[in-house]
T-cell receptor, first 118, second 111 residues
Framework: NAGVMQNPRHLVRRRGQEARLRCSPM?????VYWYRQLPEEGLKFMVY????????ESGMPKERFSAEFPKEGPSILRIQQVVRGDSAAYFC????????????????FGEGSRLTVL | SQQGEEDPQALSIQEGENATMNCSYK?????LQWYRQNSGRGLVHLIL?????REKHSGRLRVTLDTSKKSSSLLITASRAADTASYFC???????????FGQGTRLTINP
């Protein structure tokens, strides 16, 4: 059973370009979470999605950032018109059930996508 | 401010010693989890403790949870050089649908 797959692992963009980060959850997992990590810091929650639905996007900036998890295919985190402050590692995690709830389990993380904005 | 805050931020010990990391949080939780992150890699789940549990063991790991003090500790016994990593606590907050991570403790085990 393959783990959570993220690509690209490294992405370099110039200011103003678009960045698209992809995440394929583990087989059988319908819950996908995106987190952002700055160097030497913890993970900051961005968005939680289930198939075709955004459940919680409270951690995602209102402008330039969007996320989707279509019925078919990977989850996509899209950053438009990138700025230097967007440089970070973006981690995707999946779970077979709701994380953080009373009947919760662990999150399975991908290796991350490291975005560098020049 | 952070829901989960680890203490210390960095810890350096000799191989074979025990390492203790603490996590404090602010709101009521359903569970608390500990994760490990090697440099440049993703996070790996270590152990989960539910709000109605006080202590849990897994191999060389021992986790305690004190809901009255809103704190948890992770003890790694007989540390090894391979334990060098960052360790994060994550809380499953009541009423929320996500895990909230702390800033992490950077653990260095010296051979």
């Amino acid at each position: 059973n393959a783990g959570v797959m993220q690509n690209p692992r490294h992405l370099v963009r110039r200011r103003g370009q678009e960045a698209r980060l992809r995440c394929s959850p583990m087989k059988g997992h319908s819950h996908v979470y995106w987190y952002r990590q700055l160097p030497e810091e913890g993970l900051k929650f961005m968005v939680y999605l289930q198939k075709e639905n955004i459940i919680d996007e409270s951690g995602m900036p209102k402008e330039r950032f969007s996320a989707e998890f279509p019925k078919e295919g990977p989850s996509i985190l899209r950053i438009q018109q990138v700025v230097r402050g967007d440089s970070a590692a973006y981690f995707c995690a999946s779970s077979p059930r709701l994380a953080g709830g009373t009947n919760t389990g662990e999150l399975f993380f991908g290796e991350g996508s490291r975005l560098t904005v020049l | 401010s952070q829901q989960g805050e680890e203490d210390p931020q960095a810890l350096s010990i000799q191989e074979g010693e025990n390492a203790t990391m603490n996590c404090s949080y602010k709101t009521s939780i359903n569970n608390l989890q500990w994760y490990r992150q090697n440099s440049g890699r993703g996070l790996v789940h270590l152990i989960l403790i539910r709000s109605n549990e006080r202590e849990k063991h897994s191999g060389r790991l021992r986790v305690t949870l004190d809901t009255s003090k809103k704190s948890s500790s992770l003890l790694i016994t007989a540390s090894r050089a391979a334990d060098t990593a960052s360790y994060f606590c994550a809380t499953g907050i009541q009423g929320a649908q996500k895990l909230v991570f702390g800033q992490g403790t950077r653990l260095t085990i010296n051979p």
